[in-house]
């Protein structure tokens, strides 16, 4: 059994075969049912933005599941699969789950950092559990993913810097003013980073947005988006006055705005600060107005210089988080573990209480005339016996599946107390676990009215029950991976 993951992303892909992959909700319903639907994958969560589509799965064993993925993804795009197979990337085992643990926190987004793949990734995961095509390990897995991402952005700065020409340009303001509320916004031209930067100079608490504009219509458009004023550049002297932030777009030729025409401004404003914001190429604003008092001018050289160096921020962060993705990858191997160690177990209790039970039957079947009292006293001590003998395996498997060779530790305990066989027969020919109600019936002793032995058939039955039913097996999905 393998956890893997199938997926092109903007690295892996051009835009144009990414496009072919992308999912409709109504699509990824479809596709999660059809994967699942397979023989070979038994859980799968199909994750899809404009960046990536991914599909995640549990499969019973590598190269059909993978075939299975491959087969569907060239059904979804209509491509033949050697059009995008070298677009492909694919992981398995704990690399499957680091690769996912590294997409959540950001680690892997166009953006560094940035937050809202993790929205699309629990979105996705949310969608593929309703339809009922996750279980008990992609349960745990995707909850994990989870954490990791909010552990990242609360122990670390990996989110805190600016990296976009928009929140750089808010980044600058904050450190002129000391707040954004109630700041004037003023917008020369309508173009979409014009657009963009003044939309988060807003959401930061500067309220009054004004937009100036060769086209009056255009102007208005965008005002309105804000609830703010439209001019007409034959305006921009009364608008210059009234702002507090300048942004600066438009496609005009020469400047737009002179060191003169400032000047005269800020002569009426009083000398107020007057931070403005040029992202024009070729520049807009008169690079000379910089020399001015209480004028603060930068261009898109300087804000990509902010970003710069923002970005070296969040890459000396990305190191803390990576030590998170860690911690949780070896808090969910352990799980892992646990859960293999659990199965084992319960084989353990199983075989011995059926040792137990063949006893009491020969017991009965050899000698005639003990009493049920006699009975009772030799079930009990054969019980405590058979407690004794296994409860410091048990106590030490449970401690070792927690370490680092448990993988080794679990086969071992295996080998030595014969589960192998225990295990095998509680599968089916086709390798998948059988569910409860086909459990194997347990051995019914002779002596089905002695009241000793129907309570050790009866515990038996429910071990076997237990065992039948407890589902995959774990560290068989995991992957046989040491630490990484």
């Given at each position: 059994m393998h956890i893997i993951v199938v997926g092109l992303n903007y690295r892996s892909s051009p835009v144009e075969v990414r496009e072919r992959f992308a999912f409709t909700d109504a699509e990824m319903e479809a596709g999660i049912a059809r994967l699942v639907g397979t023989q070979q994958v038994r859980e799968a969560v199909i994750v899809s933005?404009?960046?990536?589509?991914?599909?995640?799965?549990?499969?019973?064993?590598?190269?059909?599941?993978?075939d299975t993925i491959h087969a569907y993804l060239a059904e979804h795009s209509g491509l033949?699969?050697?059009?995008?197979?070298?677009?492909?990337?694919?992981?398995?085992?704990?690399?499957?789950?680091?690769?996912?643990?590294?997409?959540?926190?950001?680690?892997?987004?166009?953006?560094?950092?940035?937050?809202?793949?993790?929205?699309?990734?629990?979105?996705?995961?949310?969608?593929?559990?309703?339809?009922?095509?996750?279980?008990?390990?992609?349960?745990?897995?995707?909850?994990?993913?989870?954490?990791?991402?909010?552990?990242?952005?609360?122990?670390t700065k990996i989110g805190e810097n600016a990296v976009s020409v928009s929140y750089a340009a808010v980044e600058l303001a904050k450190k002129i003013f000391e707040s954004l509320d109630h700041k004037t916004v003023l917008v020369i031209g309508a173009g979409k980073m014009s657009e963009l930067t003044a939309k988060h100079l807003n959401a930061n608490g500067a309220t009054k947005v004004i937009v100036c504009n060769r086209t009056y219509e255009r102007a208005k458009e965008l005002a309105d988006k804000f609830n703010g004023k439209a001019l007409d550049m034959n305006s921009l002297d009364l608008a210059l006055k009234e702002a507090d932030i300048v942004v600066s777009s438009t496609g005009a030729e020469g400047y737009v705005v002179t060191k003169?025409?400032?000047?005269?401004?800020?002569?009426?404003?009083?000398?107020?600060p007057l931070f403005l914001i040029d992202i024009a190429v070729p520049r807009d604003l008169d690079p000379a107005m910089g020399d001015l008092d209480n004028v603060f001018l930068y261009d898109i050289d300087d804000l990509e210089g902010v970003i710069r160096v923002n970005m070296e921020e969040r890459a000396k962060e990305a190191e803390k988080v990576g030590v998170i993705i860690g911690e949780e990858l070896v808090a969910f191997r352990q799980w892992m573990n646990a859960q293999e160690a659990s199965p084992?177990?319960?084989?353990?209790?199983?075989?011995?209480?059926?040792m137990q039970a063949d006893l009491m039957q020969n017991l009965n079947n050899k000698v005639q005339n003990l009493s049920d009292k006699e009975i009772h006293t030799v079930n009990k001590l054969t019980m405590a016996l058979v407690n004794q003998l296994i409860h410091k395996p048990i106590t030490e498997i449970k401690d070792m599946a927690t370490e680092?060779?448990?993988?080794?530790?679990?086969?071992?305990?295996?080998?030595?107390?014969?589960?192998?066989?225990?295990?095998?027969?509680?599968?089916?020919?086709?390798?998948?676990?059988?569910?409860?109600?086909?459990?194997?019936?347990?051995?019914?002793p002779a002596e089905q009215g002695n009241p000793s032995v129907v309570a050790v058939q009866a515990q038996m039955e429910q071990t076997r029950q237990e065992e039948a039913s407890a589902g995959a097996r774990p560290a068989e999905l995991f992957g046989r991976y040491g630490t990484h």
């Open positions: 933005t404009c960046n990536r589509t991914e599909v995640y799965a549990v499969v019973d064993a590598l190269k059909p599941g993978l033949a699969q050697g059009a995008f197979l070298t677009h492909l990337y694919e992981y398995e085992g704990e690399q499957a789950v680091r690769h996912l643990f590294r997409v959540t926190a950001g680690l892997d987004s166009m953006v560094l950092g940035e937050t809202q793949i993790l929205g699309q990734v629990r979105s996705g995961f949310l969608f593929s559990q309703e339809q009922g095509k996750t279980g008990r390990l992609f349960n745990n897995l995707f909850r994990r993913a989870v954490t990791v991402a909010k552990r990242a952005h609360s122990e003169a025409h400032v000047q005269a401004t800020m002569k009426k404003r009083r000398h107020r084992l177990i319960q084989g353990l209790r199983q075989k011995a209480l059926g680092d060779d448990a993988v080794v530790y679990l086969e071992a305990f295996k080998r030595l107390f014969g589960l192998e066989e225990e295990a095998a027969s509680n599968r089916p020919a086709d390798g998948k676990d059988k569910p409860k109600q086909q459990a194997d019936k347990p051995k019914q």
